[in-house]
Nanobody, 119 residues
Framework: VQLVESGGGSVQAGGSLRLSCESS?????MGWFRQAPGKEREGVVT????????YYTDDVKGRFTISKDIAKNTLYLHMNSLKPEDTAMYYC?????????????????WGQGTQVTVS
């Protein structure tokens, strides 16, 4: 499975971005993770197609929304009200069930990442 992220960039605090992740193959467990310099990779949000269950980390609830276009094998992350602490490299990840909620080690396939910088 190949994952290709896009949509990152530099925005001012309060701004919005939409990240995209195109997958070469369908997988039912997908998610977004992020890693800031000097910090461990953390789960942002994950989704399971079986029942469209989503798990968000508390820091982004109410601001970020995950969505998926199954026909296009593309995952999205809509980010609103961005804060400087959201600055990180954002990674798309996928796996086969059972789906890990927000634990990076539970995902087998990873993209190269897209940088998000909020100032």
């Amino acid at each position: 499975v190949q994952l290709v992220e896009s949509g990152g960039g530099s925005v001012q605090a309060g701004g919005s971005l939409r990240l995209s992740c195109e997958s070469s193959r369908y997988t039912s467990c997908m998610g977004w993770f992020r890693q800031a310099p000097g910090k461990e990779r953390e789960g942002v949000v994950t989704i399971y197609d079986g029942d469209f269950t989503t798990y968000y980390t508390d820091d982004v609830k109410g601001r970020f929304t995950i969505s998926k276009d199954i026909a296009k094998n593309t995952l999205y992350l809509h980010m609103n009200s961005l804060k400087p602490e959201d600055t990180a490299m954002y990674y798309c990840a996928s796996s086969l069930p059972p789906c890990s909620k927000l634990v990076a080690s539970g995902y087998k396939y990873w993209g190269q990442g897209t940088q998000v910088t909020v100032s």
